[in-house]
């Protein structure tokens, strides 16, 4: 068992990790990032699945769910973390600045698309808008692989700020899952970890898991804390879709428009979606499936802030329905999306709601207030927390540029 001595660990490399691996990094701290998955581009996505049926997303390896996101740069729970006694105004405008986040540019999006469809809709005080994207315009091509790991590097991606901290001294080992942290006399001393050459110890000062949603709280587990898990949101999805035969947004860059009218009350977000493999069509779309195969057709992702009341086990599996609550949001969110496509020109017999609910947003199973304090930390000294694990509530919305934010705070914290 190999023994190494850090200033500071961390335990995966998405948003979180990277975001603070980086910050220190920059600051002299040295820095080592621990990630169970590859190196490798594109990663493979990682589909966890409850006792209960539900899809949940999760993707390993350097940069973590940024690689396959949509590139959604919005500022999710502002409000409500403000409420606890965390301002991020500071941290989300250097990030925003950075990343350029904007409104997804207009020269990607298509005049018989989006562009028609967003007049038609402000037409019907339907308030839709372009989608806040960390997206180069000037290098996309509207070829829709978002998800699967951009082709053309136009996404950022946290795969950006690892390198950022390599060159500030950082180190970085793949393939290495962190099993649990060391602890003695109440306080975080660093992790063991299994990798290609079996076990391994690695001494820090400082411990920051962010290993997401679903892997944090069982690393928590596994180093004695029994409440960690409990308490797991997904931001759970369903998709409406609508043949539209004078609205063509396929040769779009994905969830280029948005719908938040319903995001702070209610959790309630909708998002244009488009699926150009035909196969995928037929599968998603069963026996509807000719419909949509050779027409033009607009998704609408249903997306909703669920009930917390998720759970991942210490051995990993996950119980994650969909509870009554969840139902009525969905509901209340399905008026609005075939509402949406109606307008688009949607026949009611051309609209169809796929059977699938998912989810990707894993949060609340270390949630503030719960298992870390508002600085991120666990009652165990200088051991953190640094992911989707920590956000209180489900936000309804993308998470990564609000967990970038506190990401940024927890290093200022520490520097």
Known sequence: MQAQKHDVVVVGSGAGGATVARELSRAGMNVIVVERGEDKFPLPL?????????????????????VLCNGNGVRALEQDLAGLGIDLEKEYSELEAELRIAPI???LLSENGSLKLLEI?????????????FVDPGKCVGCGMCSLGCPNGAKWSAVEFLGDALSHGAEIIYNTAVEKVLIENHRAVGIEASGPAGKVRIAADVVILAAGGLKTPVILQSSGFDKAGRRLFIDLCEIWQGVTPEIDISREAP?????????QSHRISLSTVHLRNKEKIKYYCGDKADLFVDANW?????????ESVGRVFADGTVAKGVTVNDRKKFEEGGVMAREILR?????????????RIYGGHNGATAAIGDLVNTDLQTEVSNLFVCDGSVLPFAPGLPPVLTIMALAKRLANHLV
């Open 298 to 306: 607009i998704g609408i992702l249903v997306k909703i802030g669920d």
């Open 105 to 107: 540019a207009e020269s």
């Open 121 to 133: 809709l402000d037409a019907s005080g339907i308030h839709m808008k372009r989608m806040p994207k």
């Open 46 to 66: 990682s589909i966890a699945t409850s006792k209960e049926g539900i899809d949940i997303y999760q993707a390993f390896g350097a940069g973590g769910a940024t």
């Open 343 to 355: 307008k688009a020109g949607a026949a009611d017999e051309a609209i169809i709601k796929l059977d």
């Open 255 to 263: 969830m280029q428009l948005v719908y938040t009218d319903m995001a």
